[in-house]
């Protein structure tokens, strides 16, 4: 059972955060691996905490769901009278005032672990996962991020069962007991880690392997291992970790620090990956791709996931946490890091924009809705919970406005400094800042506003252009909209880049009625209101502004459709070009969406078509970028902008017709398009192949949305000539979300090709659970009791009730309450196994409150029965009052 909440769990809170009286500096584990009952010997020591300034007391210990054998205390054995266990803690009465060393040994049964956390198995592979805290779960142990010891590890296991056992750092020793019955390896960490950070596998894997030179001439080992039989998918994955690697060291001068490596794909994992030092633990649908079975998509997510969990080892590793309320520091920082490395693996601008798209669809929905906080936390019931888009995302466009604020030399500058004063430390966001601070000689005071104060704030701006001055004056006025619990806000430091435009087309050089310059383009806003002036302005101008995106803001500036077409045309910043077209495809879809409300027929969006057609046809633009020219807002982005009165059925109308318009009304264009990027010769996965493809993929959701027979003749034959899962995936979502007369057949079809391969059947799972038509919710109930699917395994959760409750807003959000039903049993039936996820799923409830009313009260009930059920998980427990309080 996991644990589960018995009174009102009680918050931990940022305030009180203080050093613990003890700390532990060296730890020596001996793990015997068996199904059902894993034997942990752990030997602990402990002393008191040069940092704290509290007297020692009891010491208490974190620990659940184990089963203590035995504890001494510097050999001898405690009297079950001088030590408690509850479930959650070890308390030893009285400890010495001098280190002493603490045995312990605690059973574990990691076949029933279906929370995977801790110590579990996933298709016969043992592993653990510890971040945030698992590790209790193995052994008792002052389980959080300040409390830093040096690993030794040995592991025995059944020698046919795990030949392969592995732990952080570097391998000692390793053989053969019980006449070749039992293997065992020693591995020792020599850096001092948190508890968070350490792994152990073992299982009957294969291994691809590499090497890399560092920038001082080390060698270093690099090992990926996975399932027998899929080496061959794992090139991209060994690929993508030297760029990653090699870009560290250039761009932030970052070196590898020991002299292995090592990755491991497993089947059930909560989360994507993680960063465990030197023994990165992947879900494996982020290493495993070849062209038959991974999309584009994904070989761009492996890029930037085996990144991200790489420059970890700078930011997150050998920098720590001091508290899990500082979790932005690792993992802001560690986001912005990963979308810099792929901006220079790819398009910059194409990644900038698809990272914005990402920010407004997580981020902002998360922050205008109940489940709003900052991001740094002040308090949290479950600190899974906060593993969010504002720790993540928003976390990282702060450390952006950071760079864009100081400018590239300056944040470098600081962040040598930081890699240079906290190295082997758990620092704070304070420390941070600081480094930038005392590297650039600049005021950040009020930049620290934006980690306390949750909210997207609102620059409202207004342009006006004095002919007889020849100058110009933009007015920005920021309003911070209330969140819960936070009605009055401060005024935050904003970055704004802006850009003036000359009539024809010529980028004009900003200057300030003082005559200064505006450094890169970049002005700050700091109060609620302010005026900019500017000089030497021959004629009217369209501003381009929130250039690059430089702040995570809603921006709202009166341009009208001219000059929407005019930046569409002509703005020099290619990522506000696309902002101008976004703007303009999002301005139609309102539209669109109030006539249908007001009954009316509307034809709007012909002139939107021809606006972005000219860049279609540009070959000087990237076929990926041209893409994403072509990419409308998605459904959920439209019920955002409207925030009110949500109907997702008449935004569902409105998308389809917008769609259908352009492709009536460009479509020889996008024809010509669809033929110009046929692939021809060998596949690859490099950026730009993947760009023609995503172009060709986009002009055949255009076109197919216009639903001709031609148009759905061309569907099912991309379907059936596809060479590559880009293509297969792409035409299998679109069969299922339009619905043909070959649905079916590639639905049957796609289920034969790949119902040996649990990985790949996720799309098909998800295809059908995206489709918006009235049978999905009793389809999607008939697929979670098919063969293939399972509640313990968190992708085939993700893919079919995830997709479902995430990706099907007309059938998730159906006025009779089905599909809010739907995702409440699921939820409720995976709390008890694995409530990280259970809570996940839940939070696709969080935008709730911006539905009309009916939906509303369905969407109500159906968290009201989530709330009165009496044995929650401190997970879900916290997500459902904050939704329905909030
Ligand atoms: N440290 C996290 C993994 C993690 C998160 C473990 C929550 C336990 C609880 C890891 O570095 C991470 O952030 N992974 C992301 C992918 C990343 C590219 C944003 C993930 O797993 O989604
Ligand atoms: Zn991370």
């Given amino acids: 059972m996991q644990s589960t909440k018995r009174d009102t769990p009680r918050p931990v809170r940022l305030k009180d955060y203080k050093p613990h009286a003890y700390t532990i500096d060296k730890v020596d584990l001996k793990v015997s691996l068996h199904t ?232 059930d994992f909560n989360m994507g990956a993680m960063e465990n030092k030197g023994l990165n633990i992947f879900n494996d649908r982020l290493i495993l791709a070849s062209r038959e079975t991974a999309t584009d998509t994904i070989f761009e997510a492996i890029e930037s996931v ?90 990282a466009e702060l450390v952006r ?118 450094r890169d383009g970049v002005l700050e806003v700091t109060e609620r209101s302010h005026v900019f002036r500017f000089r030497d302005i021959p004629s009217r101008p369209v501003p381009s502004l929130l250039r690059g995106f430089s702040a995570p803001v809603n921006l709202s500036i009166d341009l009208s459709d001219r000059d929407l077409e005019f930046l569409i045309a002509t703005d020099g910043d290619l990522f506000n070009r696309w902002q101008a077209a976004n703007t303009y495809a999002m301005r139609t879809l309102v539209a669109l969406v109030r006539s249908l409300t007001a009954g009316k027929r509307s034809t709007r969006g012909g002139a939107y078509a021809r606006a972005i057609e000219a860049s279609l046809r540009d070959r000087k633009l990237e076929p990926s970028y041209r893409a994403e020219m072509l990419r409308l807002p998605t459904e959920a982005d439209v019920a955002r902008e409207l925030a009110h009165d949500v109907d997702p059925l008449l935004i ?75 293509d297969q995936a792409h035409s299998l979502n679109l069969l299922c979300h339009i619905g043909t007369p070959d649905t079916a057949a590639a639905v049957a079809h796609f289920y034969d090709c790949w119902k040996d391969d649990h990985v790949v059947i996720d799309t098909w799972f998800a295809a059908q659970a995206q489709a918006p038509i009235d049978t999905t919710v009793a389809l999607v109930r008939d697929l979670t009791v098919h063969p293939l699917y399972a509640m313990t395994s968190p992708n085939k959760v993700r893919a079919l009730i995830g997709a479902f409750a995430l990706n099907n807003p007309v059938q998730f959000n159906r006025p009779d309450g089905a599909g809010y039903s739907l995702v409440v049993d699921q939820v409720l039936a995976l709390d008890p196994i694995n409530p990280q996820i259970a809570a996940r799923m839940l939070a696709s409830f969080r935008s709730w409150r911006s539905l009309e009313a009916h939906r509303q009260q369905q969407a109500r009930k159906a968290l009201q029965r989530v709330a009165r059920v009496p044995s929650l998980s401190r997970d879900v427990y916290e997500i459902v009052t904050r939704i329905l309080e909030g």
């Fill in 36 to 267: 059902r009952q894993t034997r942990v010997a752990a030997s602990l020591h402990v002393k008191r905490n040069p940092l704290s300034v509290v007297e020692g007391g009891p010491l208490h210990l974190d620990g659940e769901l184990l089963q203590l054998e035995h504890i001494s205390l510097d050999r001898a054995p405690l009297s079950r009278a001088s030590y408690r266990v509850t479930d959650s803690e070890l308390v030893i009465d009285r400890v010495p005032s001098a280190p002493f060393t603490l045995d312990l040994v605690t059973i574990v049964d990691p076949e029933a672990n279906k929370a995977l956390q801790g110590l579990y198995r996933s298709r016969g592979i043992y592993c653990t996962q510890c971040e945030a805290q698992g590790f209790r779960r193995i052994t008792y142990f002052l389980d959080r991020p300040d409390v830093l010891a040096r690993y030794t590890v040995r592991i025995e296991a059944d020698a046919e069962e795990a030949p392969v056992l592995l732990s952080n750092g570097n391998l000692v020793e390793r053989g053969m007991l019980d006449r070749g019955r039992r293997a065992y390896a020693v591995w020792k960490d020599p850096f001092p880690k948190p508890a968070y950070l350490f792994a152990l596998v073992g299982g009957d894997l294969s291994s691809i392997s590499s090497t890399f030179r560092t920038m001082s001439g080390r060698e270093i080992d690099l090992r990926i291992y996975l399932e027998h039989g899929k080496e061959s998918r794992a090139h991209w994955a060994m690929d993508a970790l030297k760029r990653a690697m090699r870009w560290d060291e250039k761009r932030f001068g970052r070196e590898y620090d020991l002299d292995h490596f090592k990755i491991v794909a497993v089947s």
């Fill in 401 to 518: 406005m950071i760079a864009t604020l100081l400018g590239a030399k300056d944040f470098r500058a600081g962040m040598d400094l930081y890699f240079e004063r906290h190295d082997g430390q758990a620092a704070t966001v304070e420390d941070f800042i600081a480094c930038f601070e005392e590297a650039s000689g600049r005021d950040l005071k009020q930049f620290m506003t934006w980690y306390r104060q949750a909210g997207t704030p609102q620059l409202l701006c207004s342009f006006a252009y004095d002919k007889a001055r020849k100058s110009a004056e933009l007015k920005v006025e920021q309003v911070l909209p209330p969140t819960p619990g936070e009605t009055r806000k401060k005024p935050l430091h904003i970055p704004l880049r802006l850009g003036l435009i000359s009539p024809s087309g010529r980028e004009i050089e900003v200057l300030r009625d003082d005559g200064t310059t505006v």
């Fill in 306 to 395: 085996v990144a991200h969990e790489y420059f970890h080892n700078w930011t997150g590793n050998r920098i720590t946490c001091r508290d899990w309320f500082q979790l932005c520091l690792k993992e802001g920082l560690t986001v912005f890091r990963d979308q810099e490395f792929s901006g220079d693996e790819r398009s910059a601008t194409v990644q900038r924009i698809s990272d914005v798209r990402q920010l407004r669809a997580l981020q902002f929905s998360e922050d205008a809705g109940p489940l709003a906080h900052p991001v740094r936390p002040e308090t949290y019931i479950e600190i899974n919970n906060f593993y969010t888009a504002t720790v993540y995302e928003k976390g």
């Fill in 652 to 726: 569902h109308r409105a998308h389809r017709q917008l769609a259908r318009l352009i492709a009536n009304t460009v479509g020889p264009t996008l024809e010509r398009l669809y033929d110009e990027m046929t692939g021809h010769g060998p596949f690859s996965p490099d950026a730009a192949s993947a760009g023609r493809r995503a172009l060709r993929n986009t002009v055949l959701t255009m076109l197919s949305m216009r639903g001709g027979k031609a148009d759905h003749t061309r569907l099912a034959q991309h379907y059936s000539a596809a060479t590559n899962m880009t």
